[in-house]
């Protein structure tokens, strides 16, 4: 499998990074949909490197997009199945950006939208991201979320109440199955909020990046 690759930017203040901070696209997207967000963040990091690869597939009935594992069969063996390649290439794409650029596997964060916040979480919870140092996981959910989890990195989870496609149901069961493992979580569920992003999650997501990785 080709090397991941996609925009990028920062670190805001120049100079070398001190964080990374990996923006994990949805289904049918790329990169280019959440690069854009590094902008707010670099106000909470502004020593951070923010990236958002492009999905490793081509994407399902959708010219031009891509996907982190194929949906047309959605049973828990192919789902699960699939979360676990993304997840191992997601940690591929973390292992090589940390060495690039001298950064410390722990002082990586993963954000995901939808499908991309499946694979981020279940590559910081599973073993292929081992070290991160938080999950920010928007309008997604665990993927076999009663399999066990070999790390402990906080998480936050945020979802809209009107969310069309991914069930607000879905978080919902994440919550549960963190909080039984004794993973640090907290969830945010916007009422009147579809399938997106508004300016309380992202706020909250800026929190949680200032708290785990601001430094001095």
Known sequence: MEALDGPTYGPAEGGAPDAIVVLVHGFGADGNDL????????EALPRALFLAPHGPEACDGIPFGRQWFPLWDRSSAQLEAGVASAAAALG???????????VEPSRVALMGFSQGA??????GLRGAVPEAACILAYSGGMIGAERPVTAHPPVLLVHGEDDEVVPAAASRAAESALEAAGVPVRALYRPGLGHGLDEVGLAAGAEVLRGVLGGE
């Open 92 to 102: 591929r794409f973390v292992a090589r950006a940390c060495a690039a650029h001298e």
């Open 118 to 123: 499946m694979t981020a979480l279940e590559a």
């Open 35 to 42: 690069i854009d967000l590094a902008a707010l963040w670099a």
